[in-house]
């Protein structure tokens, strides 16, 4: 195993101005003010914090970027994020409001290059290639638009291409465990594994501290990202790291 600390990292999806979470992608539902809720994570001990705005496509980015400046000024942790980035330019703006990472997905199916030029011109360690992922027979297909439209790349293909453009982190949403608490899909984070040397962060399907402690035991992955069992106060973050760290697992320890 790693001997580098695991990551516990809350994703928020930005719907409207306010976090939202839904299952396997639909069934959306507002949940709370973003702002507040970077807060409660930062004091809760996370290690860091995921925004996408997910109706990106449809509403005005510079909404977004006003939030992005909000947060900011707000926290002092690391904070990643995507929605509607589709340009160099899109890159820099985020980056720009005070986000740490930026987070690109149908973008970069669209046009592979925005991860190259992101990653020449601000670092390969602010370039995330975040991957919407499903099963069909035994192959992992990598999906776009909220995981609506199936494309031709295997994920684990994918995967190392997006290592080779220049990405500096992988974030691997598993679309069949989204929302249903049943685990993270180990499967496909070990296949992906085996074939990439930058860190990975798994997306889906985190119901119960077991789901971490299998997924890290595995050393499947270097952070966890989770919405609703953090959102809904299932599961708290600074037990959660108790658990993982009596584990064995190397955790960052809650400040």
Known sequence: MSDLAKRI??????????????????????????IELAVYYQNEGADELVFYDINATVEMRSTF??????????????????????????????????????SVNSAAILNPEIIYQGAKRFGNQCMVASMDVRKLGEEYFVYTHGGKNRTTYNAIDWAKRCETLGAGELVIN??????????????????????????IIASGGAGNMKDFEDLFELDAADGAIAASIFHYKTLAIPSLKSRLSRSGIVIREVM
Not at 9 to 26: R, S, W, Y
């Open 174 to 199: 598993a679309i069949d465990q989204d929302g249903v608490k049943k685990g993270y899909d180990l499967a496909l984070m070990q296949q992906i594994r085996e074939v990439v040397n930058i860190p």
């Open 9 to 34: 990292i809350p994703c928020l999806d930005i719907v409207n101005g306010n976090v939202a979470k839904g299952i396997k992608f639909e069934a959306v539902k507002a949940i709370g003010d973003p």
């Open 65 to 102: 970027i006003n939030l992005v400046e909000r947060i900011a000024e707000t926290i002092k942790i690391p904070f990643t994020v995507g929605g509607g980035i589709r340009t160099v330019d899109d890159i820099y703006n985020a980056l720009l409001s005070g986000a740490d990472k930026v």
